[in-house]
């Protein structure tokens, strides 16, 4: 019993040992990409490959180990679009984030021992490589955003339901956890006690007694935890004006005086609710929907008068091969084309992901923990696809490209978004910029999205979801230089799907002689 106490201790230190390593911006955020999270899938893949040659040579620790390598084995995703599949199921990549950065080390310790020294150095270096505590957050919040944006519910979450689709994964009992623990130290009681009740509803792992031993018992405090969050939930929805943290004090001198039997009673009593029952008070607690989290639920109202047609006369090359072009609006233009990026392309881009770093929204600032929003490159190189490229660029656009400009590349992770924002700063020439403010925006999509992943302009109601092979462009100045704040545009986080796009800012001053004339509505209206 002593020697398991003591196991449990160095797991616990070496835990925090990793919560403590210093934070590096530049580190590789693994959940802000899916190229990221098919980079800690293969660790993953590795890390228990290297558990099986260990249980080779540890015959009495056999069992145990064989039990875990059978629960987490990733076999059966052995190509790299199987892969890409697993982790673009944001259940999956949240699995996949908590299992590496909570579960590893605490395995690690567990056969870090005289025997089989080799691999338990390969699982050292292996272990440099988990996800660092940040990372874990920023997981967090991801799918706290994709739950958020799209009103999902935890119990839908859990059992592998996202929005009508129903897939065939679900979330461990310590993952509902974890979501739970996250929603409580955010201050969102009520749905941390949606997910704590997921917790407790949930099935018992296989071979709890001895896994408990290694990674903590997940039902440890769940049910205090669970009244507790349901208690201030219930008191903060009767009177919304009271302080937190008198309502904190209440709480937590009720949960001193109650008995363990009383306690009891109430989670029986909370248990037996039905989950659509939660729901409906759930729906009733939360604040209205904003105009962005309608837009991603595609809830804008419909336009029309918008028609598909093939456009043939941007450039003389567009009388012998059209483009399918889709209008998407009027005024302010915003237009997609479709079947303009091809797989060859596509897989010459994705390999610009070598050199991929983290994409921040604002600049750095002291002090300061910023969240990645994505990876992303610049396409410097000049190559035949590139140029093809450009050329496509010009044919939709009409403007002329110099091989100097740059492309960007970026992909996009489990719950991260780009959020509202224009593509012109606010002082536009007075910038600086010899090339003038991005007179033109053009995005094309690389990715397959099956659910979520839209762009839209939450102030004109336009939604548009990623088509792969197709580019959306839109104008983000009026002739005369001045923005055009209509073009306040936003992504939406991906569901289920892997957002690649590749991004081109046309700017004015190269264009000058050819730009049309967008005329100025906006600002007549005004007048």
């Given at each position: 019993m002593q020697r398991c106490l003591n196991i449990v201790t160095a797991l616990l230190l070496l835990g925090q040992t990793i919560a403590d390593r210093p934070y590096d911006e530049h580190r590789e955020r693994y959940s802000s990409s899916t190229v990221g999270l098919l980079k800690l899938l293969e660790l993953e893949m590795q890390f228990i490959e290297n558990l099986k040659s260990y249980t080779d040579l540890l015959y009495a620790k056999a069992n145990t180990l064989q039990d875990f390598i059978d629960s987490v084995d990733r076999g059966t995703e052995k190509s790299l679009t199987e892969r890409e599949k697993y982790v673009s199921n944001p259940l999956n990549a949240f699995g996949l984030m908590r299992r590496t950065h909570q579960d590893w080390p605490k395995w690690h310790?567990?056969?870090n021992n005289t025997v089989g020294r080799g691999k338990v150095q390969s699982l050292d270096d292996i272990l440099a490589k988990a996800p660092d505590s940040q990372d874990m957050?920023?997981?967090?919040?991801?799918?706290q955003r994709i739950e958020r944006t799209y009103g999902l519910q935890a119990y839908d979450l859990a059992k592998g339901r996202l929005q009508d689709r129903q897939y065939d994964?679900?979330?461990?009992?310590?993952?509902?956890?974890?979501?739970?623990?996250?929603?409580?130290?955010?201050?969102?009681?009520?749905?941390?006690?949606?997910?704590?009740?997921?917790?407790?509803?949930?099935?018992?792992e296989p071979n709890a007694e001895i896994f408990n031993e290694i990674l903590g018992d997940p039902l440890k405090d769940l049910k205090r935890n669970y009244a507790k969050a349901t208690i201030i939930n219930g008191l903060m929805a009767g009177n919304r004006s009271a302080n937190i943290q008198e309502v904190l004090d209440i709480t937590e001198e009720a949960m001193l005086k109650s008995s363990p039997a009383e306690?009891?009673?109430?989670?029986t009593e909370l248990l037996n609710q039905s989950d659509d029952e939660m729901a409906r008070e759930m729906s009733a607690s939360e604040p209205s929907p904003?105009?962005?989290?309608?837009?991603?639920?595609?809830?804008?109202?419909?336009?029309?008068?918008l028609v598909c047609r093939y456009n043939s006369s941007t450039t003389p090359f567009l009388r012998l091969a059209p483009l399918k072009m889709e209008e998407v609006n009027h005024d302010p233009y915003i237009v997609m084309y479709h079947e303009v990026l091809f797989d060859g392309e596509i897989e010459e881009l994705k390999k610009q992901s070598k050199n991929m770093i983290n994409g921040f929204p604002e600049p750095q600032q002291e002090n300061k923990i910023r969240q990645v929003i994505a990876r992303h490159a610049w396409w410097w190189e000049q190559t035949p696809t590139r140029a093809r490229i450009y050329q496509r660029i010009t044919d939709i656009t009409g403007f002329r490209l110099f091989a100097e400009e740059e492309l960007n590349v970026a992909n996009y992770g489990l719950g991260t978004v780009f959020g509202p924002h224009y593509d012109y700063t606010p002082e536009n020439y007075e910038t600086g910029w010899f090339l003038g403010g991005p007179l033109v925006t053009i995005i094309l999509y690389a990715g397959d999205v099956a659910q979520g992943g839209a762009t839209i302009f939450?102030?004109?109601?336009?939604?548009?979801?990623?088509?792969?092979?197709?580019?959306?462009?839109?104008?983000?100045?009026?002739?005369?230089?001045?923005?055009?704040?209509?073009?306040?545009?936003?992504?939406?986080?991906?569901?289920?799907?892997d957002r690649w796009i590749l991004s081109k800012w046309i700017h004015m001053v190269p264009q000058m002689f050819i730009m049309p004339c967008i005329p100025r509505k906006l600002l007549s209206q005004k007048e």
């Amino acid at each position: 019993m002593q020697r398991c106490l003591n196991i449990v201790t160095a797991l616990l230190l070496l835990g925090q040992t990793i919560a403590d390593r210093p934070y590096d911006e530049h580190r590789e955020r693994y959940s802000s990409s899916t190229v990221g999270l098919l980079k800690l899938l293969e660790l993953e893949m590795q890390f228990i490959e290297n558990l099986k040659s260990y249980t080779d040579l540890l015959y009495a620790k056999a069992n145990t180990l064989q039990d875990f390598i059978d629960s987490v084995d990733r076999g059966t995703e052995k190509s790299l679009t199987e892969r890409e599949k697993y982790v673009s199921n944001p259940l999956n990549a949240f699995g996949l984030m908590r299992r590496t950065h909570q579960d590893w080390p605490k395995w690690h310790n567990y056969i870090n021992n005289t025997v089989g020294r080799g691999k338990v150095q390969s699982l050292d270096d292996i272990l440099a490589k988990a996800p660092d505590s940040q990372d874990m957050k920023e997981a967090l919040v991801g799918m706290q955003r994709i739950e958020r944006t799209y009103g999902l519910q935890a119990y839908d979450l859990a059992k592998g339901r996202l929005q009508d689709r129903q897939y065939d994964t679900q979330l461990s009992i310590r993952d509902c956890l974890a979501l739970g623990q996250h929603k409580f130290q955010e201050g969102n009681y009520l749905r941390a006690s949606l997910w704590y009740r997921m917790a407790l509803k949930h099935e018992p792992e296989p071979n709890a007694e001895i896994f408990n031993e290694i990674l903590g018992d997940p039902l440890k405090d769940l049910k205090r935890n669970y009244a507790k969050a349901t208690i201030i939930n219930g008191l903060m929805a009767g009177n919304r004006s009271a302080n937190i943290q008198e309502v904190l004090d209440i709480t937590e001198e009720a949960m001193l005086k109650s008995s363990p039997a009383e306690l009891d009673a109430l989670i029986t009593e909370l248990l037996n609710q039905s989950d659509d029952e939660m729901a409906r008070e759930m729906s009733a607690s939360e604040p209205s929907p904003t105009p962005y989290e309608i837009g991603c639920r595609e809830l804008y109202p419909k336009r029309t008068n918008l028609v598909c047609r093939y456009n043939s006369s941007t450039t003389p090359f567009l009388r012998l091969a059209p483009l399918k072009m889709e209008e998407v609006n009027h005024d302010p233009y915003i237009v997609m084309y479709h079947e303009v990026l091809f797989d060859g392309e596509i897989e010459e881009l994705k390999k610009q992901s070598k050199n991929m770093i983290n994409g921040f929204p604002e600049p750095q600032q002291e002090n300061k923990i910023r969240q990645v929003i994505a990876r992303h490159a610049w396409w410097w190189e000049q190559t035949p696809t590139r140029a093809r490229i450009y050329q496509r660029i010009t044919d939709i656009t009409g403007f002329r490209l110099f091989a100097e400009e740059e492309l960007n590349v970026a992909n996009y992770g489990l719950g991260t978004v780009f959020g509202p924002h224009y593509d012109y700063t606010p002082e536009n020439y007075e910038t600086g910029w010899f090339l003038g403010g991005p007179l033109v925006t053009i995005i094309l999509y690389a990715g397959d999205v099956a659910q979520g992943g839209a762009t839209i302009f939450p102030l004109i109601n336009i939604t548009v979801f990623p088509r792969k092979g197709s580019a959306l462009f839109w104008f983000n100045l009026f002739d005369d230089g001045e923005p055009d704040p209509r073009s306040l545009h936003s992504s939406c986080p991906v569901i289920v799907g892997d957002r690649w796009i590749l991004s081109k800012w046309i700017h004015m001053v190269p264009q000058m002689f050819i730009m049309p004339c967008i005329p100025r509505k906006l600002l007549s209206q005004k007048e």
